[in-house]
């Protein structure tokens, strides 16, 4: 086994603090509205369900390479990761605070299957206010990088949310889309999608598969440095460009998409249409290995 | 469709319905104004949002030269996202991000917005580009939700009962456009009595582009926590000493 390895820190095994604690410098993280306000949801109260004392999201800043960044980490383990009206609330202000005080970068460590149903009409009004903050933070001229890679992916609300981000970092574990495998196995049928296989579950939504499409930026290792190394990564390149050029690129390319692999169902039909060699074998490789392939693709 | 634009724009529109889209410009009581949206209660897929991201595109476009930002009226009829195999793999979200994203450029052009929610607005499809706007309007009979009661219950497993009688009380979680109102989601209720020519230039003209809809919520008592917790963050609450 390699030094490498042996110094491998899982990001999906970590936890919402473990995570901001791997990607910041060392000691420089201050938490805001941090556990001991203890502001619970009192929706989940009511119904008798546990609380958390950071509603499953932590907030604040920090500095990443000595340069100061706001950072914010949902907690899977707490109910999915889901957003309630306080956990999104908090992560507004983190972006309004972006806005407002212009950091290098606000990185999102997303970790989430989206709304929290048992506050479900506050969970989509505080997504929607995400959207707008994000935006806004985008406006002020503040890139925000998200990062996916843990149990929860990014789903729902906050699949979209992740896709507003100037960049995303994913691992091959993470994964980001709209509706989970589950929900349309139940509606459509578990001949439209078998939620139970895991291999074609990563194959629909996994970091390579988003990794090809251009849709996650960067894919790294399931590794607290390697996510470190992306976001250093991102915030050298700088922020991408903006308006309605910028938009009109992006309309002409997801409709090239769309066109392209109109009739594709499996990650398998896309790596073989853009004429990836051993597309089978692509699942086995590791994130560089992966990156070097797909950048070499997108620049033939 | 016909029958809503021709009582919304007495002065007239020209509004072409394309399968499940429509887009045009229509002549509101305070001026011209453009209007994109979808019919039918449409379940959105990544087509479905690449023409409305077009139609906005193209709207801010078409309004550069000239150099008088038209307001656009959403119409938002949606019963959420398509739920796909295909879709999920195109990367459904990167569609409906990229409309959001639209929507906000359009906002920062100057462009006035204002969404109508007419038969349905569900989740997904709701954000995509109805709840970015910035006043939303339900019109009568508009059912707003994530999920039903009944799919909510077996998700969560908390007994129907149990949920149906908590949402008597509270707007946090059940289905209803009068919900979303209390919450500060939607701005405004019309109703069928209503002169809606007139609700409509109301909504235009009170519409402004910063997000108030914490604040709305808080002072209908539907939602209380939102802009004090995200005002505490924004503002830097710190640790005791």
Known sequence: MSAHAITRRSWFEADARTRIHGLVDAGSFSELCGPHERLTSPHLAVLDLPVAFDDGVVVGEATLDGERILVGAQQGEFNGGSVGEIHGAKLRGLLDRARDTRPAAVLLAIDSGGVRLHEANAGLIAISELMRALLGARAAGVPVYGLIGGSCGAFGGMGIVARLCDGLIMSEEGRLGLSGPEVIETVKGVDEFDSKDRALVWRITGGKIRRTLGEATLLVDDDLGAFRGGAKALLARGAPLRGLAALDADQAALAARAQRHADARDGLDIWRALGLPDAERLAMLDADAFNRIIDRAETA | MNTLLDRLFPAGHDVTIDGLNLAGTAHSATGPVHVIGTRDRAALTSDIA?????????????????????????????????????????????????????????????????????????????LAFGLLADRICALPCAQVKVMDLRAMARVTRIAPERLEALAQTSPVFAPGAENYWRMGGIHDLWSDGDDWPAQLSRALTEADGSDHRAALGASRGGRTLARAVATRVMAGSTPDA
């Open chain 2, 50 to 126: 690449l023409r409305l991201s077009q139609a906005v595109l193209s709207a801010v476009r078409d309004d550069l030269a000239s150099g008088r930002a038209r307001p656009i009226v959403f119409i938002a009829s949606t019963q959420g996202q398509a739920l796909s195999r295909h879709e999920e793999l195109m990367c459904l979200n990167g569609y409906f991000a990229h409309l959001a994203r639209c929507v906000d450029l359009a906002r920062r052009h100057g462009h006035v917005l204002v969404t109508l929610i007419h038969g349905e607005a569900v989740s997904g499809g709701f």
